[in-house]
């Protein structure tokens, strides 16, 4: 599946407006500034007054969106989501693909953040735009994440799929063919950023 990040710079480049306190701020007054929406009663979900759970629509492009956990009261971001929606012929549909997923390691906020990413993943991703995509690069704990949700989403009877995106090839998965071939879909190899796992809410056409 995707290839993996092998220079820890280009990690630390990604994340790096996120962790640096300086920064963070500036993003979270870019995104304040930017017509916030709250998506908190979308997922359920209450959380302690200060904090909000928003969705910024088109700041950097308009294929891209979003979603941040923020303290007010900080001025802060404390979980963080870039997605982009690919237009796909393949597909025939336009997926969402999460190109640059964060949270803070600070312990005081784990209650908050715990758990947050599988609820975003699954009751707001996958429930408004149906089909979701893996990245073309990911570092080991996106490999994990997405190993992860592929096992969740197989539980939860959606379907699962390996997918060339080149060659417009699918291979449906299972959990025993997830397991089979879970060491041979992601490597550091050029060309693994051309499969990608998808999960979907309807059986796809393949």
């Not at 956990?69 to 969402?96: A, G, M, Q």
């Not at 990911?138 to 009877?157: C, P, S």
């Amino acid at each position: 599946m995707p290839k993996l990040y092998i220079n820890r710079k280009d990690i630390k480049q990604d994340f790096k407006h996120l962790m640096q306190t300086k920064r963070n701020r500036e993003l979270y007054q870019h995104l304040i500034n930017n017509s916030p929406q709250s998506i908190l009663a979308k997922l359920g979900l209450s959380i302690l007054e200060g904090f909000d759970l928003i969705r910024v629509d088109a700041r950097e492009s308009d294929n891209t969106f979003e979603i941040a956990l923020i303290s007010k009261t900080e001025t802060k971001v404390l979980y963080y989501n870039k997605v982009i929606i690919v237009t796909d012929i393949h597909l025939n549909s336009r997926p969402v693909t999460q190109i640059l997923l964060w949270r803070t390691v600070d312990p005081k906020y784990k209650s908050l953040t715990s758990g947050l990413a599988e609820k975003i993943f699954f009751d707001y991703l996958i429930e408004t735009y149906d089909i979701i995509i893996s990245d073309n690069n990911q570092t080991e704990q996106e490999m994990f994440f997405w190993q992860t949700r592929l096992l969740q989403a197989i539980d939860k009877g959606l379907f699962t799929y390996v997918y060339d995106y080149i060659k417009g090839n699918f291979l449906k998965l299972n959990r025993q063919i997830l397991e089979d071939l879970n060491d041979k879909i992601w490597g550091e190899d050029d060309t693994y950023q051309y499969q990608l796992a998808v999960i979907s809410k309807f059986s796809l056409n393949v």
